[in-house]
């Protein structure tokens, strides 16, 4: 997807993208039999996570975007696959911080590129801090060599810059061996299974690795008619700028009329019913491919 027909659908320049962690408490029950006294109960030890650095609003501004078509090498590579998320909207632009958190390597926007509040995907909190998954890239595939680059990055941002929405209750699941898309639920009971077209030996729909849908626009322009691309946080790992353009080598799951065999550059074909299913689902749905 090209970011100039994005651009075009936003019709604006790109603008992107608590509770404190609980102190859990170990009961130590007695021996009812034994004559001995109530063993008192124990606290177990605050978190050792680092304390939250203080950035103000004008330091925030002068950090890079870590937006979809961004590569920041201070993000951190995710390749982890995980089946549960809380989803943020932000306070205001948040900085972002690296894996030792203690300098932020760039900022998320409280409003996206279509003007709309950034939706943020939490997937571990470490006291006053929450893992999110970003939109960026660490690194492009041209200077990953032979390892590839990370289709999903995380960075730490401060638990106080972000306000809780409504959290997801299914996730997507693509499978490019059997090239089909379902949604499970959060029992892991299928619900809906349709069949999908996937990227090329050349330009291959990422695997082992968990996204989320990030945000969709509809744009006839990319040959998708009137049905909605569904944007991931996701990129591709083998190539920089697999179909051409500006748009970050971003993955997403569209409308097109070959939903079968792997005939993409990345991204995933999907009929008009697999379509309007994925967008059914709230932004901040888990995205895992396999």
């Known amino acids: 997807m090209h970011t100039r027909t994005i651009w075009a659908t936003a019709g604006a320049a790109l603008a992107v993208l608590a509770a404190a962690g609980l102190v859990t408490t170990a009961l130590l029950g007695s021996d009812r039999t034994a004559a001995a006294p109530v063993t008192t109960p124990a606290t177990a030890p605050a978190s050792a996570a680092p304390a939250v650095p203080h950035v103000d609003a004008a330091a925030v501004a002068k950090l890079p975007e870590a937006q979809y078509s961004a590569v920041i090498a201070g993000l951190m590579p995710f390749d982890r696959t995980v089946r549960s998320d809380t989803v943020f909207h932000l306070t205001a632009d948040a900085p972002l911080f690296g894996a030792h958190r203690d300098r932020p390597v760039a900022r998320l926007a409280a409003q996206d590129f279509l003007r ?9 909190r470490d006291g006053d801090w929450e893992l999110v998954l970003t939109p960026a890239r660490q690194q492009l595939p041209s200077a990953a060599g032979t390892t590839g680059a990370a289709a999903q990055t995380a960075a730490w941002v401060p638990v106080r810059a972000l306000r809780e929405t409504a959290t997801p209750r299914s996730r997507i699941v693509i499978s490019t061996t059997d090239q089909t898309v379902s949604v499970v639920n959060a029992a892991g009971t299928t619900l809906q299974r349709f069949d999908a077209g996937v990227g090329t030996a050349d330009t291959p729909t990422p695997t082992d690795v968990t996204g989320y849908l990030e945000q969709r626009y509809v744009d006839p ?9 569904q944007l991931t946080s996701l990129h591709s790992g083998a190539a920089d700028e697999p179909y051409g353009g500006h748009d970050g080598g971003l993955i997403g799951l569209h409308w097109n009329a070959t939903t079968s065999g792997t005939v993409s550059h990345g991204c995933v074909r999907l009929d008009a019913d697999a379509v309007a299913a994925v967008n059914a689902l709230p932004l901040g749905t888990l995205v895992t491919v396999e």
Request: proline letters at 11%.
């Open 221 to 229: 322009a990319q040959g998708t008619g009137d049905h909605p691309i």
């Open 116 to 124: 709309q509040p950034t939706t943020v995907v939490g997937v571990e």
